[in-house]
């Protein structure tokens, strides 16, 4: 089983900001990475797919990194409904997610 | 529109069975993957299960494998798991989520609301 291990693991910053999220994955999943994010009681929305590529609807103020084993999620400057959980999502052997980063207003 | 509505979640005891049920809508049913993940309360997400297009390729968290058994039917734009020997820690969010492709190594690209397992004697 591939393991992906999200860093930090909550992240304390300011609307206007950029935000930096880390993923590591314990063997190479090329680049068949995804992001999603998560608000209070709702589920998850694809953002990134395929490490690098924005999803259906996402502004442009996101955007994917990486390939191998460490990918970036990088939100270039935060807006107020950006603050949420983060997982990020391996498909190179059927499917597993990171333990999540919670993104919260400093 | 793409929907996806879960069913079939509630109350029951440690050993028993439970069958849980997707209804997909919006889009070519039998041209995707449908996967099943579940979030314990307060918990990260947890890939439980995945079925390709034509039923030909299954995989299995190793959490539920020999006690889960997910399945289709693409003539009734239906997705299903059945659960047996539930445990505790299977009380869960279950969410059915759709497959951007047919195989089943895909990002999901729409997810249902969930619906909900409580496993207690």
């Known amino acids: 089983e591939i393991v992906l291990t999200q860093s930090p693991a909550t992240l304390s910053l300011s609307p206007g900001e950029r935000a930096t999220l880390s993923c590591r994955a314990s063997?190479?999943?090329?680049?068949?990475l995804a992001w999603y994010q998560q608000k209070p009681g709702q589920a998850p929305r694809l953002l990134i797919y395929?490490?690098?590529n924005r999803a259906t609807g996402i502004p442009a103020r996101f955007s994917g990194s990486g390939s191998g084993t460490d990918f970036t999620l990088t939100i270039s400057s935060l807006e107020p409904e950006d603050f949420a959980v983060y997982y990020c999502?391996?498909?190179?052997?059927?499917?597993?997610f990171g333990q999540g980063t919670r993104l919260e207003i400093k | 529109e793409v929907q996806l509505v879960e069913s079939g979640g509630g109350l029951v005891q440690p050993g028993r069975s439970l069958r849980l049920s997707c209804a997909a809508s919006?889009?070519?049913?039998?041209?995707?993957?449908m996967h099943w993940v579940r979030q314990a309360p307060g918990k990260g997400l947890e890939w439980v299960s995945g079925?390709?297009?034509?039923?030909?390729?299954?995989g299995y968290a190793d959490s539920v494998k020999g006690r889960f058994t997910i399945s289709r039917d693409n003539a009734k734009n239906s997705l299903y798991l059945q659960m047996n020997s539930l445990r505790a820690e299977d009380t869960a969010l279950y969410y059915c989520?759709?497959?951007?492709?047919?195989?089943?190594?895909?990002?999901?690209?729409?997810w249902g609301q969930g619906t909900l397992v409580t496993v207690s004697s």
């Open positions: 919006g889009f070519t049913f039998d041209d995707y993957a």
């Open positions: 063997q190479s999943v090329s680049s068949y």
């Open positions: 989520a759709k497959g951007d492709c047919s195989s089943t190594s895909c990002p999901l690209d729409y």
């Open positions: 395929d490490a690098s």
């Open positions: 079925i390709s297009w034509n039923s030909g390729s299954i």
């Open positions: 999502q391996q498909r190179s052997n059927f499917i597993t």
